[in-house]
T-cell receptor, first 113, second 110 residues
Framework: EAQVTQNPRYLITVTGKKLTVTCSQNMNHEYMSWYRQDPGLGLRQIYY???????DKGDVPEGYKVSRKEKRNFPLILESPSPNQTSLYFC????????????FGPGTRLLVL | SQKIEQNSEALNIQEGKTATLTCNYTNYSPAYLQWYRQDPGRGPVFLLLIRENEKEKRKERLKVTFDTTLKQSLFHITASQPADSATYLCARPYGQNFVFGPGTRLSVLP
């Protein structure tokens, strides 16, 4: 089954404790992206990757890092999480030729205390 | 920066009626606009895309329009059903980025 998976689905952590949210897709997509979703603000793009070893900032990259060492995986790293990073996070992927249709993962709900 | 506005945070309609959701964008017209459906606790699911040079697009009970003069897209669901209740998101490309609107939460009442 074609899908985007994220882990963990739920996470409670404390300020300053490094964490990684994994994202994996099995559709051989080149383009992958991370979003956060907050009430009233909608989905905002954090980082995106056009292909392996090619990443770039979205609208709200501060406090986040990403890497793209393999085509299928695009982890999101929070080196020192803060309470304002409490949010719902989504990973998405699409083909390079047609970035028009993005396939989203199920989401990761993060609470930073 | 690019901005997407969706007219209502929430919209209630009666089953069988047509729901109309509005998406307004700022600055230059994008090459296309997308509409997604999002159910509570789930990721968005792509529904329709309409290009700048298309006035209207249909898919089953869904219809989308694109008016570059008004900088607006309308999303219609005809013969609405309670199962159509969800949040609907509008999105546009911006370079290699995507900008999403805040969404409209549609409730179809039986």
């Amino acid at each position: 089954e074609a899908q985007v998976t994220q882990n963990p689905r739920y996470l409670i952590t404390v300020t300053g404790k490094k964490l990684t949210v994994t994202c994996s897709q099995n559709m051989n997509h080149e383009y992958m992206s991370w979003y956060r979703q907050d009430p009233g603000l909608g989905l905002r793009q954090i980082y995106y990757s056009m292909n392996v070893e090619v990443t770039d900032k979205g609208d709200v990259p501060e406090g986040y890092k990403v890497s793209r060492k393999e085509k299928r995986n695009f982890p999101l790293i929070l080196e020192s999480p803060s309470p304002n990073q409490t949010s719902l996070y989504f990973c998405a992927s699409s083909t390079q030729d047609s970035q028009e249709t993005q396939y989203f993962g199920p989401g990761t709900r993060l609470l930073v205390l | 920066s690019q901005k997407i506005e969706q007219n209502s945070e929430a919209l209630n309609i009666q089953e069988g009626k047509t729901a109309t959701l509005t998406c307004n964008y700022t600055n230059y017209s994008p090459a296309y606009l997308q509409w997604y459906r999002q159910d509570p606790g789930r990721g968005p699911v792509f529904l329709l895309l309409i290009r700048e040079n298309e006035k209207e697009k249909r898919k089953e009970r869904l219809k989308v329009t694109f008016d570059t003069t008004l900088k607006q897209s309308l999303f219609h669901i005809t013969a609405s059903q309670p199962a159509d209740s969800a949040t609907y998101l509008c999105a546009r490309p911006y370079g290699q980025n995507f900008v999403f609107g805040p969404g409209t939460r549609l409730s179809v009442l039986p």
